[in-house]
């Protein structure tokens, strides 16, 4: 697939980590990699490089960004009034996909919530994050690194793509192995609601906190305003349809020569009139890492339509199901 990578592109490699570091702390840009998607990160104690951050995102400055911290122990710089929940959730999950929404201490500007009393908090699971997080010392503010409402950024490539020279350096660590982004978790009235599922599953969530109950996924514009819930979110150019497979094979048979489609299927190519294909895993979590690196090869080919089989209603394929549902969103 093309790509427009370029060596003269700001990268660095993990041996540059003192170069992020410094470029942070004098208010720079600096996208780096994490488990799930790239991060486009910025200094968060620093208002201009988050007034920076929001611009070259693209991103509405009242929506709320996450901290990312490089250690569980720094929760309690960051938040205040921490529920025993959300301790047993960072013992259970940190470094990992995990976001937990927790009042805010004073330590977090305005410009990072937008205005909220609460915060986004992640410790992410990879080495180069957890190298460049623990060299910098304090927080930093990362949403992912793409331009606002476009697919989040599975490699460095992707990253270029999208912002190219519009941030100060970008990191390659290589491909995200999660691929999707993080479960988010806040609290209602002393109990856990998921407010984007991610690939640690509500059941997971339960059996860390040995509850009697499963979180719900709550609609959280009732919680609070978070951009990765709105319904057109993590949408390629190109329209996207989900179909059962009987309704993929039966559309492919009656494929016009003129339509030009792309199939992202669990099954082998089995018609020559579509223009791209791609056979995804049978696992949630081999799908997930995979789905956004093939919906941009897709995107980028200037199809009609994409087609996704649909994948199973099953609790492992929630945050696969939900970014699919999003992308076909025609809003
Ligand atoms: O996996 C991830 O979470 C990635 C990597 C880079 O860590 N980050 C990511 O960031 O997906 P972003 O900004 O694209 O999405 C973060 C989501 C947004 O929907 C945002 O509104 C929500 O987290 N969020 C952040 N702080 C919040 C808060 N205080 N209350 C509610 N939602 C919040
Ligand atoms: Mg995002």
Request: charged share 15%; with cysteine.
């Amino acid at each position: 697939m093309s790509s427009s990578f370029q060596p003269q592109a700001p990268f660095l490699t993990t041996a540059d980590l003192q170069q992020a570091v410094d470029i942070l702390k004098a208010g720079g840009l600096v996208a780096f990699p994490t488990e799930t998607v790239y991060g486009l990160g910025a200094h968060a104690e620093n208002a201009d490089a988050l007034a920076k951050l929001y611009a070259v995102k693209g991103r509405p400055t009242r929506h709320p960004v996450i901290v990312h911290l490089g250690h569980a122990d720094q929760l309690g710089d960051w938040a205040v009034e921490i529920p025993e929940m959300a301790y047993r959730l960072a013992a259970a999950f940190w470094p990992g996909p995990l976001t937990l929404i927790l009042k805010r201490s004073s330590r977090v500007p305005d410009a990072v919530t937008g205005g909220q009393d609460t915060v986004g908090l992640r410790v992410p699971d990879h080495p180069v994050a957890l190298a460049l997080l623990q060299a910098f010392g304090g927080g930093i503010a990362a949403p992912s690194a793409n331009r606002f409402g476009r697919l989040s950024p599975t490699s460095a490539a992707h990253v270029w793509d999208d912002l190219g020279q519009d941030v100060d350096a970008i990191v390659d660590g290589g491909v995200c192995q999660v691929g999707v982004e993080s479960t988010i978790v806040a609290f209602q009235d002393g109990q856990p609601i998921i407010l984007r599922p991610g690939m640690i599953t509500p059941e997971q969530i339960q059996a860390a906190l040995q509850s009697e109950f499963r979180p719900e996924t709550g609609n959280a514009a009732s919680v609070t305003r978070a951009p990765g819930t709105l319904a057109s979110h993590y949408a390629p150019r190109t329209p996207l349809k989900l179909v059962s497979k009987n309704a993929l094979n039966e559309a492919l048979s009656r494929l016009q020569p003129d339509q030009q489609i792309g199939v992202l299927s669990f099954s082998a190519a089995i018609d020559d009139h579509a223009a791209a294909w791609a056979t995804m895993p049978a696992s949630p979590q081999a799908y997930a890492r995979q789905l956004y690196a093939k919906l941009r090869e897709l995107d980028a080919l200037k199809l009609s339509c994409i087609w996704v089989e649909q994948v199973p209603m099953e609790e492992g394929w929630s945050a696969v199901s939900d970014r699919l549902n999003r992308a076909a969103f025609q809003g």
